[in-house]
């Protein structure tokens, strides 16, 4: 299957979530920002709150498309020792990337949350949404950091993903959720039309648009 672009992957996706959707205890969190796009209509069709969730990947330098590790919002860092050891990767390397991506994590805080606070996980049904699934490595680092704040349920969600990542990721979390599974993964981005980069002006403006729908669903059923 090859998907138009994130907005078509999202409808797909949230074609496989339905039974979640009227709760009021789901969250939908993205990873920006290739995300975003993607969970936003898992959101709007299970009539759930939408936020993100930061983290960045560690590219190895040179190679930024692989991932080396990627650190999050909280500051927990994860390592690929998968690709660390075999290019045998200097502690001193890697702290100079994840230094970088630290960075970058603050810049989105300030972008995309415009003063709002980070949402309530704790006994919350958090779907995890991302526009693909390779490595693994980013996806992973966001699981167990959110499992730090105890969800009641942890579910990752995605369109396209290699069949071994998904494989791995679901003995960390509750449930994986990959309508595309090819056995012949290549990249992410081979299995859509238009790929190209979200930009931040449509991660801010998709999110605002979610959390003033959210607000207008909340006055709609507040008691008079």
């Known amino acids: 299957m090859l998907f138009h672009d994130r907005s078509e992957a999202g409808q797909v996706l949230a074609k496989h979530l339905a039974v979640y959707a009227h709760r009021p205890d789901v969250l939908v969190l993205a990873l920006p920002r290739g995300g975003v796009p993607v969970a936003f209509e898992v959101a709007k069709t299970l009539e759930a709150p939408l936020d993100v969730f930061l983290v960045r990947k560690l590219g190895v330098p040179g190679h930024p498309e692989l991932a080396m590790g990627a650190v999050t919002?909280?500051?927990?860092?994860?390592?690929n020792q998968d690709v660390v050891q075999p290019l045998r990767i200097p502690a001193h390397v890697i702290n100079r990337v994840a230094e970088h991506e630290r960075k970058e994590i603050e810049r989105q805080q300030l972008a995309y949350r415009a003063g709002r606070v980070a949402p309530?996980?704790?006994?919350?049904?958090?779907?995890?949404?991302?526009?693909?699934?390779?490595?693994?490595?980013?996806?992973?680092a966001a699981v167990r950091a959110l499992r730090e704040h105890r969800p009641k349920r942890l579910i990752v969600a995605v369109p396209v993903g290699a069949a071994d990542s998904c494989d791995e990721l679901r003995t960390e979390a509750d449930e994986v959720i990959c309508p595309v599974c090819p056995p012949h993964f290549i990249s992410v981005g081979s299995w859509y039309e238009d790929f190209r980069q979200t930009p931040d002006v449509t991660v801010t403006s998709l999110l605002a648009l979610a959390n003033h729908a959210q607000q207008t669903s909340d006055s709609a059923v507040a008691p008079n």
Request: hydrophobic share 45%; glycine share 14%; proline share 0%.
């Open 120 to 140: 309530q996980i704790t006994s919350r049904i958090v779907i995890l949404v991302d526009d693909g699934l390779a490595t693994g490595a980013t996806m992973r």
């Open 73 to 79: 919002s909280g500051g927990m860092q994860t390592l």
